[in-house]
């Protein structure tokens, strides 16, 4: 082997190992979002403490990799796909960490609103159904990233629309709730942050879809109304 078949080896493995902490780190973040909706479903202390802890792990995944990715461009000089890959990972777990931001809103709120006693909320407000779609959405992104699908990023893209319709619903019936009861307004509040952040949790995976798109086809569909379409 010469030394420019070493060094284009080299640098392939080096792309896998990048492309591998992004998804440890995707899964880290999605169990931070299932721990914290454990929280709040059961009022669960333990699930609480866990999410505030391994928040510093998310964090520290993210400036690890966002380094990993300086380094290798200072390095390697990478061009075409090789770069493209580079930049959309450094995109993607930003949207990765913010994640793990919503998670810890999550956690916090869970544990305000059991300080003050248990949860009681009418059960037509589904907030574990919700959540539960924009886990598996977050998931899928993940496999979708793993594989560089862009059908399936395009399908996760459209199917946030369907979690921002459910965000809209529970904040209609919790304005309800609270003006038919002004003694639920502090729960309700807290509700109302959670839902939002299991809705930004949606907004996120959609972003790195986009991304997933951007390194697969080389094609940018951030802010393109006729993305989906065209």
């Not at 392939?12 to 190992?17: A, G, H, K, N, V």
């Not at 399936?152 to 709730?177: C, G, H, N, P, V």
């Not at 939002?196 to 940018?220: F, L, P």
């Amino acid at each position: 082997m010469n030394q420019s078949e070493h060094t284009s080896k080299q640098f392939d493995i080096e792309l896998e190992d990048l492309r591998s902490r992004v998804l440890q780190m995707g899964g880290l973040v999605e169990s931070q979002i299932m721990t914290a909706m454990e929280a709040l479903n059961i009022g669960s202390e333990d699930s609480v403490n866990r999410v505030l802890e391994n928040e510093k792990q998310v964090n520290q995944c993210e400036k690890d990799i966002d380094d990993a990715c300086i380094h290798l461009v200072a390095r390697r000089q990478p061009a075409a796909s090789d770069l493209r890959l580079i930049m959309g990972i450094s995109k993607v777990v930003t949207d990765l960490e913010r994640i793990g931001d919503e998670a810890d809103k999550i956690a916090r709120r869970a544990r305000a609103i059991y300080a003050r006693g248990v949860l009681n909320i009418p059960q037509t407000i589904d907030i574990p159904s919700t959540s539960q779609k924009a886990v598996l959405m977050l998931r899928r992104v993940l496999d979708a990233m793993a594989r560089l699908d862009a059908p399936e990023a395009t399908k996760i893209i459209a199917d946030d629309k369907l979690i921002d319709i459910e965000f809209s619903a529970i904040m209609r019936q919790l304005i309800t709730y609270m003006m038919e009861d002004p003694r639920t307004i502090t729960t309700s509040l807290d509700i109302v942050w959670i839902a939002k952040a299991i809705e930004r949790v949606g907004d996120h995976s959609k972003n790195i879809a986009e991304q997933v798109i951007y390194i697969a086809m080389g094609t940018d569909i951030r802010h393109r109304s006729d993305a989906l379409t065209s």
